[in-house]
C-alpha cells in the first residue's frame, strides 16, 4: 500500500481563543471520513492553549492517551486523586480502562502550553485507570531514533502502553540518514509526523506538522533529514479486537 500524506495545511483547524487547535484525524467538529485512523491511532491533535486556560474535567473511557508537552507548562487533575505538571521533555501517558475524568490546565499565566495529544486505541478494555508520567529527555539520543513508549511495562525504555505500540523520537541534524527498523511482523505501519525541520522518506518530502502513514510493506524505512529535524514516529498494529 501507498504512504498516506497528511500535509499540515490539511489538518482540521480550530481557534477557539483559548484554544488554537489542529486535528490530523476526525476529532470533535471536524470530520473526514478518509481520515478517521491509522491502524490504532486515533487521534492526533496539536494544542496550543492560552496562559491560564484549559481543558476542565471531562471523561475518557477504553483509550490509551499520550500527552508530550512541547513548550511550556501543562497541569494535570484527575478523578484518581493525582495533580502534576508536566513539562517539554516529559511525557504522560494514561491508561483510560473502565473510565476516568481528567482535566488539562496551561500552569503559566504568562505564556502558552504547546503540547501533543495522541489517542491510541488499546487491546484490553475495562482494565483499571492507571497514569504516569516520566522524563524523556534522557532517552532522547542525538541524532538517533530513541524509543520513548512501548508495550512492555519495566523495560526502562520510556512508557509503556496497552497496546503493541511503539513511539520514537529523533532530534536529528541536517544531513543525518536513519533506519527505522519495524518491531513486529503485525504492525499497521509506522505514522511520521515532523514537530520542526524537513525529512525525506519513501520518496516524500515532509515539513513542520506534516504527518505520513508508511505501511509496513518491508521490515525497515529509510528517513534522511533535509533540515535540522525533530519527529515523533508512532508503530501501531490494525485496528485491535478489544477484549475486557
Avoid at 491508561?95 to 495529544?117: P, V
Wanted: charged fraction near 25%; hydrophobic fraction near 35%; glycine fraction near 8%.
Amino acid at each position: 500500500m501507498e504512504p498516506i500524506l497528511h500535509t499540515a495545511n490539511s489538518r482540521g483547524h480550530f481557534d477557539h481563543g483559548w484554544l488554537n487547535t489542529s486535528h490530523t484525524f476526525s476529532f470533535a467538529d471536524y470530520y473526514d471520513p478518509e481520515r478517521i485512523h491509522f491502524g490504532a491511532l486515533r487521534v492526533l491533535n496539536d494544542d496550543i492553549i492560552a496562559p491560564g486556560t484549559g481543558f476542565g474535567m471531562h471523561p475518557h473511557r477504553n483509550m490509551e492517551v499520550i500527552s508530550i508537552p512541547l513548550k511550556g507548562d501543562l497541569e494535570h487533575q484527575d478523578s484518581l486523586g493525582h495533580t502534576s505538571v508536566i513539562r517539554h521533555g516529559e511525557i504522560q501517558v494514561m491508561s483510560a480502562g473502565r473510565g476516568i475524568m481528567h482535566s488539562e490546565y496551561n500552569k503559566n499565566s504568562d505564556r502558552n502550553a504547546e503540547f501533543l495529544q495522541i489517542w491510541v486505541f488499546p487491546y484490553r478494555q475495562n482494565v483499571a485507570p492507571r497514569y504516569e508520567n516520566a522524563a524523556i529527555a534522557d532517552l532522547i539520543v542525538k541524532n538517533e531514533l530513541s524509543q520513548i513508549v512501548s508495550p512492555y511495562p519495566g523495560n526502562g525504555k520510556g512508557l509503556w502502553i496497552y497496546q503493541n505500540a511503539w513511539f520514537s523520537f529523533g532530534e536529528l541534524d541536517k544531513g543525518i540518514k536513519r533506519t527505522y527498523k519495524f518491531h513486529s511482523s503485525k504492525s499497521e505501519g509506522v505514522y511520521i509526523f515532523v514537530i520542526e525541520g524537513k525529512i525525506k522518506t519513501e520518496g516524500i518530502e515532509l515539513s513542520r506538522r506534516d504527518g505520513l502513514g508508511v505501511y509496513r510493506n518491508k521490515e525497515s524505512i529509510e528517513i534522511e533529514t533535509l533540515e535540522n529535524a525533530l519527529l515523533l514516529l508512532m508503530e501501531v498494529p490494525p485496528m485491535p479486537d478489544m477484549q475486557d
